[in-house]
T-cell receptor, first 112, second 117 residues
Framework: QKEVEQNSGPLSVPEGAIASLNCTYS??????FFWYRQYSGKSPELIMF????GDKEDGRFTAQLNKASQYVSLLIRDSQPSDSATYLC????????????FGIGTKLQVIP | GAVVSQHPSRVICKSGTSVKIECRSL??????MFWYRQFPKQSLMLMAT?????????EQGVEKDKFLINHASLTLSTLTVTSAHPEDSSFYIC?????????????FGEGSRLTVL
């Protein structure tokens, strides 16, 4: 069974620190990887996507992908209280780009 | 950015009644729309994949006769929960991919919270 695993948390970090969110996946042939942010009671919104091994930076966010280890992470620099949310890792399977599998999400709490 | 609108955002109904939820892509044509269900503190679970003009593809364990999906146009998909029961109470979220897009990015609706009494 295809799985995407995340630690549900909560992960607590002080304001201004770096938050590190991790995700592993079981389908070695997965092609694309997405990080979504979901505030309580709201729908997910896309933070970043990454396709290639290595790092991808966008503002305070950096996504890291290691396909050999089947590992993808999201780093949030200078964490703000407004970053407090659940972060969902989503993996797109091989053979197509339509259907994605979501992890359970990691709840991040940024302490002022 | 692409906008997906979902309506209603909240609905409360009596057990045994049917509820229809609409999902519209406002500024793009959606090749495919997806319906997810999310229970508290759980991840999004894909219920079905909906392609315009064809029958929806349901995930294992999802009753197609209970969760009716209609995708009549490239901008509208509807989910009807028939004969709803309290265990159907959940957060239902639709998402869409943009026609012609190279990425698998999903654009999510605002979600519909269903409470069945």
């Amino acid at each position: 069974q295809k799985e995407v695993e995340q630690n549900s948390g909560p992960l607590s970090v002080p304001e201004g620190a770096i938050a590190s969110l991790n995700c592993t996946y079981s389908d070695r042939g997965s092609q694309s990887f997405f990080w979504y942010r979901q505030y309580s009671g709201k729908s997910p919104e896309l933070i970043m996507f990454i396709y290639s091994n290595g790092d991808k930076e966008d503002g305070r966010f950096t996504a890291q992908l290691n396909k050999a280890s089947q590992y993808v992470s999201l780093l949030i620099r200078d964490s703000q209280p407004s970053d407090s949310a659940t972060y969902l890792c989503a993996v797109q399977p091989s053979g197509g780009y339509q259907k994605v599998t979501f992890g359970i999400g990691t709840k991040l709490q940024v302490i002022p | 950015g692409a906008v997906v609108s979902q309506h209603p955002s909240r609905v409360i109904c009596k057990s045994g009644t049917s509820v229809k939820i609409e999902c519209r892509s406002l500024d793009f044509q959606a090749t495919t729309m997806f319906w997810y269900r999310q229970f508290p503190k759980q991840s999004l679970m894909l219920m079905a994949t909906s392609n315009e003009g064809s029958k929806a593809t349901y995930e294992q364990g999802v009753e197609k006769d209970k969760f009716l999906i209609n995708h009549a146009s490239l901008t509208l998909s509807t989910l009807t929960v028939t004969s709803a029961h309290p265990e159907d109470s959940s957060f239902y979220i639709c998402s869409a991919t943009r026609q012609g897009a190279d990425t698998g990015e999903l654009f999510f609706g605002e979600g519909s919270r269903l409470t069945v009494l």
